[in-house]
Protein backbone atom coordinates (compact mmCIF):
# COMPACT_ATOMS: atom_id res chain seq x y z
CA UNK A 1 0.00 0.00 0.00
CA UNK A 2 1.32 3.11 -0.67
CA UNK A 3 -0.05 6.89 0.46
CA UNK A 4 0.16 9.64 -1.26
CA UNK A 5 -0.05 13.39 0.34
CA UNK A 6 -0.71 16.09 -1.47
CA UNK A 7 0.05 19.82 -0.36
CA UNK A 8 0.79 23.59 -1.46
CA UNK A 9 -3.61 24.15 -2.87
CA UNK A 10 -4.75 27.73 -2.02
CA UNK A 11 -6.00 30.49 -3.39
CA UNK A 12 -4.96 33.11 -6.42
CA UNK A 13 -5.43 35.73 -8.42
CA UNK A 14 -5.85 34.72 -12.10
CA UNK A 15 -2.25 35.20 -13.64
CA UNK A 16 -1.02 34.01 -9.80
CA UNK A 17 1.36 30.74 -9.36
CA UNK A 18 0.71 27.93 -7.04
CA UNK A 19 2.75 24.99 -7.00
CA UNK A 20 1.75 21.67 -5.81
CA UNK A 21 3.93 18.79 -4.03
CA UNK A 22 2.67 15.04 -3.71
CA UNK A 23 4.64 12.59 -1.56
CA UNK A 24 4.71 8.78 -1.40
CA UNK A 25 5.31 6.71 1.33
CA UNK A 26 7.26 4.63 0.36
CA UNK A 27 9.90 3.57 -2.68
CA UNK A 28 7.62 4.05 -6.18
CA UNK A 29 9.74 4.85 -9.00
CA UNK A 30 10.12 1.71 -10.07
CA UNK A 31 6.91 0.50 -9.94
CA UNK A 32 4.97 3.74 -10.90
CA UNK A 33 4.56 6.27 -12.71
CA UNK A 34 3.43 9.90 -11.37
CA UNK A 35 0.51 12.43 -12.25
CA UNK A 36 -1.85 14.63 -11.50
CA UNK A 37 -5.49 14.68 -12.30
CA UNK A 38 -8.02 17.57 -11.53
CA UNK A 39 -12.33 17.75 -10.87
CA UNK A 40 -13.54 21.27 -11.70
CA UNK A 41 -16.93 20.66 -11.57
CA UNK A 42 -17.43 19.66 -7.80
CA UNK A 43 -18.04 16.38 -8.22
CA UNK A 44 -16.45 13.04 -8.09
CA UNK A 45 -12.69 12.31 -8.76
CA UNK A 46 -13.73 10.35 -11.40
CA UNK A 47 -15.47 12.96 -13.58
CA UNK A 48 -12.14 14.97 -13.72
CA UNK A 49 -9.26 14.77 -16.11
CA UNK A 50 -6.14 14.17 -15.98
CA UNK A 51 -3.46 17.43 -16.26
CA UNK A 52 -0.38 16.32 -17.09
CA UNK A 53 2.02 13.07 -16.14
CA UNK A 54 5.56 11.74 -16.29
CA UNK A 55 6.57 8.96 -18.65
CA UNK A 56 9.10 6.25 -18.98
CA UNK A 57 12.81 8.18 -18.83
CA UNK A 58 10.83 11.43 -17.36
CA UNK A 59 8.92 11.79 -20.19
CA UNK A 60 6.16 15.03 -19.56
CA UNK A 61 2.91 15.31 -21.24
CA UNK A 62 -0.43 17.52 -20.42
CA UNK A 63 -3.53 18.54 -21.83
CA UNK A 64 -4.07 20.55 -23.91
CA UNK A 65 -5.68 23.34 -21.71
CA UNK A 66 -2.78 23.66 -19.77
CA UNK A 67 0.36 23.38 -21.52
CA UNK A 68 3.11 26.18 -21.84
CA UNK A 69 1.23 27.26 -18.10
CA UNK A 70 2.39 23.80 -16.33
CA UNK A 71 5.44 22.33 -15.31
CA UNK A 72 5.20 18.44 -13.54
CA UNK A 73 8.46 17.14 -11.85
CA UNK A 74 9.77 14.29 -10.07
CA UNK A 75 12.60 13.76 -7.40
CA UNK A 76 13.17 9.81 -7.37
CA UNK A 77 15.50 10.00 -4.40
CA UNK A 78 12.47 11.83 -2.31
CA UNK A 79 9.34 9.75 -3.74
CA UNK A 80 8.10 13.02 -4.49
CA UNK A 81 5.97 15.06 -7.47
CA UNK A 82 5.78 18.50 -8.04
CA UNK A 83 3.68 20.58 -10.19
CA UNK A 84 4.16 24.21 -11.25
CA UNK A 85 1.35 25.81 -12.13
CA UNK A 86 1.90 29.26 -14.03
CA UNK A 87 -0.35 31.73 -15.67
CA UNK A 88 -3.76 30.43 -13.97
CA UNK A 89 -7.38 30.76 -14.84
CA UNK A 90 -10.49 31.14 -13.07
CA UNK A 91 -11.04 27.52 -15.07
CA UNK A 92 -8.14 25.89 -13.98
CA UNK A 93 -9.82 25.69 -10.31
CA UNK A 94 -11.01 22.37 -8.65
CA UNK A 95 -9.26 19.62 -6.84
CA UNK A 96 -5.87 18.40 -7.83
CA UNK A 97 -5.49 14.73 -7.03
CA UNK A 98 -1.64 13.52 -7.17
CA UNK A 99 -2.18 9.68 -8.61
CA UNK A 100 0.12 6.83 -9.11
CA UNK A 101 -0.20 4.75 -12.58
CA UNK A 102 1.33 1.58 -12.73
CA UNK A 103 4.43 0.76 -14.26
CA UNK A 104 3.55 -2.29 -16.24
CA UNK A 105 5.77 -1.50 -19.62
CA UNK A 106 7.61 1.58 -20.89
CA UNK A 107 4.84 4.00 -21.07
CA UNK A 108 5.17 7.67 -22.48
CA UNK A 109 3.94 10.39 -21.21
CA UNK A 110 0.72 10.62 -23.42
CA UNK A 111 0.52 7.18 -22.84
CA UNK A 112 0.55 7.59 -18.62
CA UNK A 113 -2.11 10.64 -18.98
CA UNK A 114 -4.67 8.30 -20.80
CA UNK A 115 -4.09 5.62 -18.38
CA UNK A 116 -4.61 8.10 -15.41
CA UNK A 117 -8.07 7.24 -14.94
CA UNK A 118 -7.29 3.39 -13.78
CA UNK A 119 -4.31 5.07 -11.28
CA UNK A 120 -3.83 2.34 -8.73
CA UNK A 121 -3.48 4.98 -5.95
CA UNK A 122 -4.27 8.42 -5.27
CA UNK A 123 -4.02 11.43 -2.96
CA UNK A 124 -6.75 13.09 -0.50
CA UNK A 125 -6.71 16.18 -3.08
CA UNK A 126 -6.14 19.47 -2.48
CA UNK A 127 -8.19 22.50 -3.26
CA UNK A 128 -7.18 24.88 -6.39
CA UNK A 129 -8.87 28.29 -6.27
CA UNK A 130 -8.45 31.17 -9.12
CA UNK A 131 -10.38 34.36 -8.74
CA UNK A 132 -10.59 36.94 -11.59
Known amino acids: QVKLVESGGGSVRAGGSLTLSCAASRGTYTTYYFGWWRQRSGGSREGGEP??????????AYTDSVKGRFSISQDNSKDTASLVMNDLRPEDSGVYYC???????????????????????WGQGTQVTVSS
Open 99 to 121: ALVHRRKRLTGMQVLGDMAQATY
Open 51 to 60: VAAIGVDGDP
